[in-house]
């Protein structure tokens, strides 16, 4: 975890490099979209990617993630969220703290993803 802090440099966060867009999310393959919100949160507003074959979504609340973690495949693209990015952000750096590498916080959260996968983009991205 030390490490992992000491390279959160202004650097760091100004290449936007732990970020993902959503549009960019549904391009890449292999992707696991970690839902990071409570159980409540999640069974009150579901996200599935039936059009999206690339992507499996697994809902893992922040609070039970010590004790999942063996849930998450780090040959996977991993990407987190929430509705603020605050609790995808703690996730973010524990995973990078327990060997995770290939993870990236999606940008502009729930909010953005629901955006993102409107039926018209859905339909341009299929078509």
């Given at each position: ?99 995770f590498t290939n993870i990236r916080v999606l940008e502009g959260g ?18």
């Amino acid at each position: 975890m030390e490490q992992s802090l000491r390279n959160m440099t202004l650097e760091f966060f100004g290449s936007g490099k732990h970020k993902i867009s959503p549009d960019d999310l549904l391009e890449k393959k292999n992707v696991l979209l970690l839902d990071v919100r409570t159980k409540e949160e999640h069974e009150s507003i579901l996200i599935k990617f039936g059009g999206y074959s690339n992507i499996i979504c697994k809902n893992i609340p922040l609070n039970e993630l010590p004790d999942r973690i063996d849930e998450i495949p780090k040959e996977r693209f991993i990407a987190i969220f929430c509705p603020a990015n605050f609790r995808s952000s703690m996730t973010y750096l524990y995973l990078l703290s327990k060997g995770f590498t290939n993870i990236r916080v999606l940008e502009g959260g729930y909010a953005a993803l629901t955006d993102a996968v409107m039926p018209g983009k859905i339909l341009k991205f299929i078509s």
